[in-house]
């Protein structure tokens, strides 16, 4: 009961999170504008030009796991920091757990960073889809214009 008792506080944290979002979505939703959306209000915008191709882009995925990768270390620093200020007596089996812990995050970093293909390192995919981009733009150009 007294382990309820203690949990209490984080409870209700957590339900004025829920409570907070639930009201910022609601309010989102009722103080957006509510116009008809056209054909004009959903194409994609290219500077006045007209757009050429679709509107996404491919975006190499290499930072997506550098990101990833960055958030990973980020909780790992955070819960060590938790650890190193915590009032709680450190035994010797924390300690290993400790040490068990980090040595799974940097082998599992390590085993990303292995996987990565290198073409997504320096760069050769990104400017490949930047020439084949800029050579449908010239032949698109080259066709409106003839």
């Not at 990104?126 to 050579?135: D, F, H, I, Q, V």
Request: aromatic residues 12%; negative net charge.
């Amino acid at each position: 009961m007294r382990l309820f008792i203690d949990f209490v506080p984080v409870l209700v944290w957590a339900l004025l999170a829920i409570a907070l979002v639930a009201i910022m979505l609601l309010a989102s939703w009722v103080l957006r504008p509510h116009i008809l959306q056209n054909s004009d209000k959903t194409s994609s915008y290219e500077c006045g030009e007209e757009p050429v191709g679709t509107a996404a882009v491919a975006f190499p995925y290499s930072y997506f796991l550098y990101t990833v990768l960055f958030v990973i270390v980020d909780v790992m620093g955070a819960f060590l920091w938790l650890l190193s200020v915590s009032p709680l007596r450190i035994s010797e089996v924390i300690v290993w757990q400790t040490f068990v812990f980090v040595v799974l995050i940097v082998l599992g970093i390590a085993f990303a960073l292995h996987m990565l293909p290198q073409t997504l390192l320096d760069g050769k995919e990104t400017l490949r889809l930047y020439r084949e981009s800029k050579a449908a733009r010239e032949q698109h150009d080259s066709g409106v214009q003839v």
